[in-house]
DNA sequence: GTCTATACAGTGATAGAC
DNA sequence: GTCTATCACTGTATAGAC
C-alpha cells in the first residue's frame, strides 16, 4: 500500500515550492478578481482555491496590492511596447492602425484575466495613487494610437475632419469593449442567442475601426487583414 | 436671542421630514455610488453625508440593496419606454437611429450619477438574483435598436453586410462609453489637455454610429441632427 | 512554507430610548 | 425621525509554532 520512493533523489514534495506555487497563486487570484472584482474578492478565498490559508499567503505576498500589482505590472508594460514597435513599422498609417486593433486582440486572448483587470478596475486605480502607473501607460498608449491617426490625415489615408483624439478614444474602447464581451472566449448574443468567436468579433471591431477613419473615397478599400496579422506576427515574434 | 414660531401654523422642523429627506438620501447615495462603487461605499458614510448616524438610515430603507433598487430601477425603466417610443415614430430608420443616440445622452445628462451606476456595476447585478432585471432591460433596449436596425436594412438604408447584433453592441458601447467620459458634464484629454463639451462628444458619437450603418453612397450625407433633436424633444414632451 | 490563533478595523443591520 | 449602543460577521494582516 504504501510505497516508499527511492532513497537517493529528491523526495515528492508534500508542500509546492518555489515560484510555480506563486505562478498558482498569481493565475487564481487573477480569475477571481476578474470575475468578482478586486476588492469583492478576499484573501481567504484566494486562499482555499489553492489549498492554504488565508494567512500562508502572506509569505509569496506582502499585501494584497502587491498581487494586483504583480498581476498587472508587466503585462501592461509589455502591452505599450509592443504598441511602440508597432507604431514605428514603416508602413502606412491604415496598417499600423489595423496592426495596432489586431494585435490588442492577440494580447487579449493571450492573457484574458489580467486585460479584463485592466478595465474593470479602473475606479481603483484611479483612487489609489499606487497604482497611478495604469493610467500613465493608457495615456502613453493614447499617445501612440493618436500619433498614429494624425499621421494617416496628413498622409491623406484618413479624414481629414476626424479630432485624433475622440476618434482614439472611440476605436480604443471599442476594442476594449469587444474583447471584454469575449468572456470565455466567445461571446453569444443575448438575443438571438447565436454564438461569435474571436475571430467574428475581431473582424467586425477592425471593420469598425477602418470605417471610422476611412475617407468616403477608401471606405470600401480591402481591409488587408492577412497583411496585418503577418505584420503583427513578424514584429512581435511569433 | 430665541426667537419663536407663530403659534398657529408648523413650527419650523428641526429634523427634515418626509420625502424630501429621502430624495436627499438618493441623492447623496447615488454621488457616492458613482464615485466609489456600491460596494465600496458604506452605509456609515452615506449617512455622514446626509448629518446622521447609519442605523437612522434604516428608517428610510429596508436594506442598502433596497437603496440601490431605488435609485435605478424607476429611471431605467423609463428609459427604456423612451427608446421604445422613439424607435415606434414614423419616420426613417436613421432617423430613428439618431434620435436614440441623442436620447440617451439627454437621458444621462438628466440623470448622471444614475446611469452611471447602470453601466459599472453590471458585475453585481450579474451576481445578484434579484437585480436580474438590469440584465433584462439591457436586453430590451437591444432588441428595440436591433430592430431599428434591421428595418434600416430592409430600407435599403443601412448596409446589407451589417450583423445587426454586433453592430448594436458595438453603438450601444460607443453611447454608454462616451457619455461614461462625460464625468462632469465635460471631458478633458488626458493627452493635449483640450476640454469637450456635452454638445462636442455628442456629436462625434453620432457621426461614428451613422457611419457605422450607412452604404457607401450615403457615407457623406447630412446627419439631420436638428430634426432628430425635435424629434426627441416632441416625443417625449420636453 | 504552511498552520494556528488572533488582533483590530470595518461592515450591514437591529432594538429600544428619546 | 434620529440617536445610542450593540450584535454578528468579514476583512486584511501578523506572530510564532511546526
Redesign the pocket.
Known sequence: MHAFASANGPAAPR????PE?RAQILATAAELFAEYGF?Q?????I?KR?????????????????LLHALIRDPQQQMIRENERLAALPVDAELRLAATVIARFHQFSANWHVHVLLMQEANFYRQHAEFSYVQSAKNQASLVMTRILDEGIAAGLFRAEIDSYLTNATISQMISAAAGRLRQGAFISAVTGREYGLAAVLDHTLDCALRLVRPAARIEAPVRRAEAERLVGDCLGR
Open positions: 508542500r509546492r515550492d518555489g506555487r476588492e474578492t478576499s484573501m481567504r478565498e486562499a489553492v489549498n492554504m490559508l488565508a494567512g500562508s499567503l502572506y509569505h509569496h505576498f506582502e499585501t494584497k496590492d502587491d
